[in-house]
């Protein structure tokens, strides 16, 4: 398992590193609060690249479409043009079950 560096370690680390820059003859340049990276004579800077393409403002009118497609949702039953018998049971004067028999609508 690999060993983490404490925080401690890593603080060390970055001075260390930053004085060895320095006594190279590196140079560090303070950058003031609020300043972008992005230049803003040409608008360029860090963009997604998602999002370079030109903004489209309109919009395309769906509801024909959305019309449509609910439509096919709800189609009406057809009715059948000939009726099928149906069975019913029929019951004696006591609740018994007497027999099946099939009747037409």
Excluded: C
Aim: net charge positive; no cysteine; charged share 30%.
């Amino acid at each position: 398992m690999k060993v983490r560096n404490s925080k401690e370690q890593q603080r060390h680390r970055l001075e260390r590193d930053m004085e060895r820059f320095l006594s190279e003859g590196g140079s560090i340049s303070e950058v003031p609060n609020g300043v972008s990276g992005a230049d803003a004579v040409s608008g360029k800077g860090h963009q997604t690249v998602l999002f370079n393409g030109p903004r489209q403002d309109q919009r395309t009118d769906l509801s024909q479409v959305v019309a449509t497609i609910d439509s096919r949702k709800h189609k009406p039953r057809r009715q059948r043009l000939n009726a099928r018998p149906q069975r019913k049971l029929v019951y004696d004067d006591f609740g018994e079950p007497l027999r099946w028999v099939w009747q037409n609508k």
